[in-house]
T-cell receptor, first 116, second 118 residues
């Protein structure tokens, strides 16, 4: 079946602009995660959705970052007034259950954001 | 405070030999899970293996095994019979509050780049 898809694969923008990054999880997966991976680093947790609600947004770095998942499927990560430090690969992952003892996260290919 | 520590930025291993990638972690939560992921140069993150804090036995998945030493807070990944395709970044990760009311925030280490030599 289809895996997690993310669009665009690459995004180049100018400092101060607004960007939207889209994540399409695996069909039926209720849990969705966003991570940010800077060059040479491990992924950094941003936000977790269970269904439509953000169950944990403690990783969002500031109020310029916002994410939605209005119908419990596709999610959009929105970044306002982008800064050069926002340049990174943004990874999305989904999993079939949000309350199991553990669950494997299936990652998308990521969106590489470059802020000039 | 650093919760996941991977002290080996790079490792070399000869093809067909075994290699151990180190990971130490820090948590006060008695209920947690430990994960290892592989990230090839293509960028995708691939789940390899999971160990729960209450699991009595070390986890194994094919050529991957996790050497879990709870008292030392260590969760090393052992790859047996290395293959050229194992060359990649490897990340250790932890999630606290597994199975309870904890969140689902997964914390990753900085990674170890593994090079398999022919």
């Amino acid at each position: 079946g289809a895996g997690v898809s993310q669009t665009p694969s690459n995004k180049v923008t100018e400092k101060g602009k607004y960007v939207e990054l889209r994540c399409d999880p695996i069909s039926g997966h209720t849990a969705l995660y966003w991570y940010r991976q800077s060059l040479g680093q491990g992924p950094e947790f941003l936000i977790y959705f269970q269904g439509t609600g953000a169950a944990d947004d403690s990783g969002l770095p500031n109020d310029r970052f916002f994410a939605v998942r209005p119908e419990g499927s596709v999610s959009t990560l929105k970044i306002q007034r982008t800064e050069r430090g926002d340049s990174a690969v943004y990874l999305c992952a989904s999993s079939p259950r949000g309350t199991a003892a553990y669950n494997e996260q299936f990652f998308g290919p990521g969106t590489r954001l470059t802020v000039l | 405070a650093q919760k996941i520590t991977q002290t080996q930025p790079g490792m070399f291993v000869q093809e067909k030999e075994a290699v151990t990638l180190d990971c130490t972690y820090d948590t006060s939560d008695p209920s947690y899970g430990l994960f290892w992921y592989k990230q090839p140069s293509s960028g995708e993150m691939i789940f390899l293996i999971y160990q729960g804090s209450y699991d009595q036995q070390n986890a194994t998945e094919g050529r991957y095994s996790l050497n879990f030493q709870k008292a030392r807070k260590s969760a090393n990944l052992v790859i047996s019979a290395s293959q050229l395709g194992d060359s990649a970044m490897y990340f250790c990760a932890m999630r606290e509050g597994i199975g309870g009311t904890g969140g689902f925030k997964t914390i990753f280490g900085a990674g170890t780049r593994l090079f398999v030599k022919a």
